[in-house]
């Protein structure tokens, strides 16, 4: 559904006191919300994205460059380092957002290969049934046709839970 995905982050919940003794714990690089977010993002296929890094100015300008490379080095283990991250600092607003505007402009839109290759489904659950252990889904099937043989996958929805698909 998108061309290109900014992931905004905040660094305005690290604990600067804490960083030496665990980064990875007291840095709040990505809660919960966010890795949910990550792994419904990579089970439809990644877009081209780019990060940007917000509220470096309220930790101490000695902090900045440890805090700057750590939530670089998450971006890049989430998302690999074809991607471009970039920070914006509010006192220095109107370069950072000339930049990030003109990075936006010429970030062209990377081809989801899967597609190429497999149906998909932009659908909406309309009824479940709990009885009968039955989803009915309706919406477009974009690309190939898809067989009622084939099996299909829904975010979300586990195999264990025993749910037809209607």
Known sequence: MADL??????????????????????????????????????????????GVLQHLEHTSSKKQPQIKKLFQRYFFSEFTDRHKFMCVNALNIDNDVNALLRQIAVTYPEQITWR???????????????????????????????????????????????????
């Open 116 to 166: 190429d290759n497999r149906s998909y489904m932009f659908g909406q659950l309309t009824n479940v049934d709990e009885a009968k252990k039955e989803l009915q889904v309706t919406g477009y099937i974009k690309n190939n046709y898809l067989n009622t043989k084939r099996l299909v996958h829904l975010t979300g929805v586990s195999a264990q839970q025993g749910y037809k698909i209607k």
């Open 5 to 50: 995905v900014l992931v905004v982050m905040s660094c305005k919940e690290s604990d600067e006191s804490k960083l030496k003794i665990d980064p990875d714990t007291y840095s709040g690089a990505i809660d919960d919300q966010g890795y949910k977010a990550l792994s419904l993002l990579r089970s439809q296929g990644m877009v081209s994205l780019i």
